[in-house]
């Protein structure tokens, strides 16, 4: 039987919302090189699938934390997944800007969130964890507690654990890296030079080179 991880992969690599080219490798927004790429905004459009995603995140949500009174999306690539969510569970939403609004009221964080409420975050996508621990940080300074947070997908890099750790938040995810490694070697989207390939890169993406 599949595990949820290697499912949920699999769905992934079916729809690109991960893309894996050690051949041709990928620039993220930080510079760094590397032989994959992930967008899971892409399962919104496929209702099938995110269906699947919100009801399996849901019920991670529900076995791992208790007494929820409000569900957080972080911007921009969870806020969509985020009221989905908070609306499947029939709990109050907001989401977390990356920076406060330059006009208005400067809101960082968008909807009605009381001083004390025990708060889930969900996210998309956790990388190296600063952006997702800056919204953490976001719902802490307004007074709430952080239960937990809830994602689609982590790279899982050391770095991002220790961060996590730091920062005594309890993450639970659908999916990683290794389970789409695993899911694309199985159904021949990659081979076995390409997976020694991305586990080097796995390694140290900060100064992965594929030239050499």
Not at 86 to 109: C, M
Request: proline share 5%.
């Amino acid at each position: 039987m599949k595990t949820l991880e290697r499912l949920v992969a699999e769905k992934l690599l079916k729809i690109s919302a991960v893309k894996l080219q050690p051949a041709i490798p990928f620039t993220w927004a930080s510079g760094w090189k590397s032989p994959i790429y992930t967008d899971n905004r892409k399962t919104l459009s496929y209702p099938a699938i995110r269906s699947f995603i919100k009801i399996e995140l849901c019920r991670l949500i529900m076995e791992n934390f208790e007494n929820i009174d409000v569900i957080a999306g972080v911007a921009t690539g969870a806020i969509a997944q985020g009221a989905l969510i908070a609306e499947q569970l029939g709990l109050p939403y907001v989401y977390v800007r990356s920076a406060p609004k330059d006009h208005g009221l400067e809101n960082l964080i968008e909807g009605n969130l009381i001083p004390g409420q025990r708060v889930v975050v969900v996210e998309d996508l956790i990388s190296t964890g600063g952006s997702s621990l800056k919204a953490v940080e976001a719902v802490r300074n307004a007074g709430c507690e952080v239960v937990g947070m809830a994602a689609i997908f982590s790279y899982r890099f050391p770095i991002a654990e220790e961060h996590f750790k730091e920062a005594k938040v309890n993450l639970v995810t659908l999916s990683h890296y290794e389970a789409v490694l695993e899911a694309a070697l199985k159904t021949g989207y990659i081979t076995d030079n390409d997976l020694e390939t991305l586990k080097e890169w796995r390694k140290n993406p900060a100064v992965w080179n594929p030239t050499k």
